[in-house]
């Protein structure tokens, strides 16, 4: 994908951050999510949301009272990713990230990624 030149703002940005996250999940996992939506709530914080994420291995380890394993290999994923996480949204807003949050839930299946942006230089 081309570097903009211009920050990408409003539908444009959202559906952009919401490509990249399906891409990252369907590379690492295999599997795209099976919904995901991206909005922004005020001026600077950007939240992608996905959901059905897990992948069979994971929903059958749930299955069998195994959700400990599932839930520190995520977060051990999803800390090792943030730095891929960030670089896309700061590419595509052409905003520093100050702040980054992931986290996931099992029961619902829901994956949460947090980008808190610095003010427009």
């Known amino acids: 994908m ?9 539908d444009e940005l959202l559906a952009a951050v919401t490509d990249a996250m399906v ?5 690492y996992y295999h599997r795209p999510p099976g919904t995901v939506k991206t909005q922004m709530m005020g001026d600077d914080l ?8 897990y ?7 749930i ?12 977060s051990a994923f999803q800390l090792a990713m ?7 949204v700061e ?12 986290s996931h839930h099992i029961g ?9 942006l610095a003010d427009p230089a």
């Not at 891409?23 to 590379?27: D, G, I, P």
């Not at 943030?82 to 896309?88: H, M, T």
């Open 108 to 116: 619902p299946d829901l994956e949460i990624e947090l980008f808190f």
């Open 46 to 53: 950007l939240a992608c949301v996905l959901g059905d994420m």
């Open 63 to 74: 299955e069998l009272q195994r959700a400990p394993i599932v839930t520190d290999n995520r």
């Open 91 to 102: 590419r595509l807003a052409r905003r520093r990230v100050a702040h980054f949050i992931s």
């Open 55 to 61: 992948t069979d291995v994971e929903k059958t380890l």
């Open 2 to 10: 081309a570097t903009p030149t211009d920050p990408m703002e409003g």
């Open 23 to 27: 891409a990252l999940h369907e590379r």
């Open 82 to 88: 943030q730095d891929r996480f960030i670089a896309i």
